[in-house]
């Protein structure tokens, strides 16, 4: 593992209360349709399952055997205490199994956080059986390219370990050459109240004046589209485009 992803691991790992506790992470809609879409499977995995949400909600689905798996061994122990699941310190883009040992894997709000995401989806297809069903959820960025260099600016200062967010146009490519053929493809966007957002990654005080500077200043097309609410001068919330894709091995 490098040490730009021991540091991520470190950092999430310290804060596993925070996101076990975090609402945006443990309950949602969006979490239950990842599990039903994984709903008839006896073999799953949730790969980087944090603190262990998505794992139980697919063990709550029915399927019998869960693997949670995370590079950071406080997330996989919190994951083990709190679910009925079976726990895996792993990398993301190197799993620790064999091929075709798995019928259903999931992935939430997690690969903004990959270097090479595209070695990540080709892992989770190699893990999967035939016919295998992956469940996929990220936050994503616009495919406009100023809007998607905003939106990345904002997360980066926010969360140093954020590498990027993607377009759905180039996760249909990396499905396509991992051969994993998309079913669904579902766009929504989840409000994010600004206090948590910041709070949940210890944002310095100067950090989070400069947040609120750039999206106070941001063009009125950004400002339109993440429907950013404030208060004054003051950011309130605003709306974070995401994607859940439904896709099957070959």
């Known amino acids: 593992m490098s040490d730009e992803k021991r540091r991520t691991a470190a950092q999430f790992g310290s804060a596993a209360k925070s996101y076990f506790d975090s609402e945006v992470h443990r309950l949602g809609a969006d979490r239950e349709t990842l599990a039903s879409w994984c709903r008839g499977a006896t073999r ?4 980087a399952t944090g603190a262990g949400h998505t794992a139980g909600a697919i063990a709550d689905a029915g399927v019998s055997s ?3 798996a995370d590079a950071a061994p406080e997330m996989v122990a919190t994951a083990v205490r709190e679910y009925p699941v079976a726990g895996v310190v792993a990398d993301a883009e190197r799993l620790p199994f064999a091929d075709d040992v798995f019928d259903a894997a999931a992935c939430r709000i997690a690969a903004h956080h990959f270097p090479d995401p595209e070695a990540f989806v080709a892992e989770v297809a190699r893990v999967l059986e035939p016919g295998g069903v ?16 905003f939106l990345n600016g904002v997360e980066v200062l926010r969360d140093p370990t954020h590498v990027e967010l993607h377009p759905v146009s180039r996760w249909r490519e990396w499905f ?6 998309v079913e669904t493809v579902e766009t929504a966007a989840i409000r994010l109240q600004f206090d948590p957002w910041t709070e949940r990654t210890n944002v310095s005080p100067a950090d989070r004046d400069e947040l609120e500077r750039r999206f106070r200043e941001a063009p009125e097309e950004a400002k339109e589209l993440f429907d950013v609410e404030f208060d004054g001068d003051s950011v309130v ?3 974070n485009p995401k994607a859940l894709v439904r896709a099957r091995t070959e």
Do not use: I, K, T
């Open 44 to 47: 799953a995995l949730d790969v």
């Open 66 to 68: 869960v693997v949670a």
């Open 134 to 149: 992956f469940a996929f959820e990220d936050n994503v960025a616009p495919e406009d390219a100023a809007l998607a260099a």
């Open 237 to 239: 919330s605003f709306a």
């Open 176 to 181: 396509a050459a991992a051969g994993l053929s």
